[in-house]
T-cell receptor
């Protein structure tokens, strides 16, 4: 069981470039999440999905897009990178509603936008 | 909206000393509460969770937390710190609106030899 995997681990982007952060889980979880972690700010929810084909905005969705075509994969797309998107991005999954179920986190992607 | 406040962004203790990390929450309904730990360069992993079954919750690695409704608190404790406990600790509360968690800003625990 690999759990939650994320690629790449590190990336440097120039302003205006785009990229996709990959996330996959092999636990057959329905719920998946994208968070960003800024220094001293904790984790903020960007988008989440409750199953294939269903996504919804979190607290800080602007500048990002997601899709969920399969149960396993939940990629996060940055269309026009901005310095404000410099952060560490974590993908997570859970069997059911995160309110009372454990979320499993990937190792993170550290993104720098210059 | 639910919110979480963690008092103290950095806490330093000596090895063998008591660990106390503070968490206060605001929620209009009885919450589910969590403590997660993040070791350097890793993702978060669950330490323990409160889901209204018992007010004193025991977690992994000797940590426990007590839910106190009157104080809206869920402080994390460990009787004797170990060097391997050095990490960042996050308190989180259930967000019924988004079916996700609202995290506190984190407390970095340093353990001195």
């Amino acid at each position: 069981n690999a759990g939650v995997t994320q690629t790449p681990k590190f990336r440097i982007l120039k302003i205006g470039q785009s990229m996709t952060l990959q996330c996959a889980q092999d636990m057959n979880h329905n719920y998946m999440y994208w968070y960003r972690q800024d220094p001293g700010m904790g984790l903020k929810l960007i988008y989440y999905s409750v199953g294939a084909g269903i996504t919804d905005k979190g607290e800080v969705p602007n500048g990002y897009n997601v899709s969920r075509s399969t149960t396993e994969d939940f990629p996060l797309r940055l269309e026009l990178a901005a310095p404000s998107q410099t952060s560490v991005y974590f993908c997570a999954s859970s069997y059911s509603w995160a309110n009372y179920n454990e979320q499993f986190f990937g190792p993170g992607t550290r993104l720098t936008v210059l | 909206a639910q919110s979480v406040t963690q008092l103290g962004s950095h806490v330093s203790v000596s090895e063998g000393a008591l660990v106390l990390l503070r968490c206060n929450y605001s929620s209009s309904v009885p919450p589910y509460l969590f403590w997660y730990v993040q070791y350097p360069n890793q993702g978060l992993q669950l330490l323990l969770k409160y889901t209204s079954a018992a007010t004193l919750v025991k977690g992994i690695n000797g940590f426990e937390a007590e839910f106190k409704k009157s104080e809206t608190s869920f402080h994390l404790t460990k009787p004797s710190a170990h060097m391997s406990d050095a990490a960042e600790y996050f308190c989180a509360v259930s967000d019924t609106g988004r079916r996700a968690l609202t995290f506190g800003s984190g407390t970095r625990l340093q353990v001195q030899p």
